[in-house]
C-alpha cells in the first residue's frame, strides 16, 4: 500500500507543474512511480482528479476541492513535524524523572534551582521511590538507577561511581568487637536492604565481582537505606551500603568504614537511563549533562 502522505505530496505537485513527469522530477523519483501515486488516489476517492491530455494535465471540479484539502493537512502536518523538531534543539515541556528516593532527595534535588536557571522553559516532576519502576510503562522521561543495569531497550549514561561500604557505629564495634574476615559477619547483627540482591536481607556479595556470597541475618530490614542509616547510627546492628548512603554519618563519626578480607563488591556507579531514541529530546540531554557535570570528578559524597 502506497504511503497516503507520499501520495497527497505527489498530487499537490503534479497539479503545481501540471505534469506527473514534473512533479517526479521535483520529488526525486521516477514518472511511473508518480503515476501509481496517483492513479491510487483516484482509485482510493473513486473520482478523477485531473483532466488529462497528451501535453498537460489539469484538475477536476473534485480535484480542485482536493487540492485545497490537501494543502490544509500537509500544512497542519509540516507545522506538527517543525513544533516537535524546534524541541529537539531547546529544552522544553514537562520532564518527569524517576529516582531512588535518598538519592533524588540528597542530591538531585538541591541542584535543581541551577538547573532551572539554565533551561526555564523545562518543568520538572521527580518521581521518589527505591523501587524500580518501569520507565516505558510509567511514561516517565529518564531516571536514575543506581548498581548493575540489567539487559533492557533502555539507553544508559554512567554519571559517576558509588562503592558499596561496609559500616557500624563506634558504639556497636565496642560492644560486639570488629569483623575482620567475611565469615566474621555470622556473628553479628547484620542489618538488610530488602530491594537489593548484592546486599540485602539474607546475603551480602564481596570481592569486585560480589562472588563471595555470605549469608547474613539480623533483627532489621528494610527498603530504604536512610532508615538502616538511623538504626546502625543508633548501634544496632551492621549495614552494607552505597557510599552515597552513608557519607553523611561516616564525616560525622557516627558510623565507621570496616575493611574486610574481601573487597566490597563494586555497585556498577549511578546511571541515568531513558528510552532507546537516536535523538532524545533536548530535555531529556539537557538533564542528563547537567547531573553529569555536576558529578563528574569528586561527586558530592566522596569521602576523599
Known sequence: MLDRITSMRVFMRTAAAGSLSGAARQLGMSAAMATKHVDATEARLGVKLFHRTTRRLSLTEAGSRYLEACQRILGDFDEAEAEIASQRAEAVGLLRMNLPLEFGVRFVAPLLPHFSHRH???????????????????????????????????????????????????????????????????????????????????????????????????????????????????????????????????????LVALELDHPPLELGGVHAIYPRDRHPPAKVRAMIDFLADAFSGTPPWALS
Open 120 to 254: 526555564p522553559a523545562v518543568r520538572v516532576e521527580l518521581g521518589l521511590s527505591d523501587h524500580q519502576l518501569d520507565l516505558l510503562d510509567g511514561g516517565w522521561d529518564m531516571g536514575i538507577r543506581i548498581g548493575r543495569l540489567a539487559d533492557s531497550p533502555l539507553q544508559a549514561r554512567r554519571l559517576c561511581e558509588s562503592p558499596m561500604l561496609l559500616c557500624a557505629s563506634p558504639t556497636y564495634l565496642a560492644q560486639h568487637g570488629t569483623p575482620r574476615r567475611v565469615t566474621d559477619l555470622a556473628q553479628h547483627n547484620c542489618l538488610g536492604y530488602t530491594l537489593s540482591a548484592s546486599g540485602g536481607a539474607s546475603e551480602w556479595g564481596f570481592g569486585l565481582d560480589g562472588r563471595v556470597r555470605v549469608r547474613i541475618e539480623g533483627n532489621l530490614m528494610a527498603n530504604n537505606g536512610a532508615a538502616l542509616v538511623a538504626a546502625a547510627v543508633g548501634g544496632q546492628g551492621l549495614i552494607y551500603q552505597p557510599q552515597f548512603v552513608v557519607a553523611r554519618a561516616l564525616r560525622a563519626g557516627e
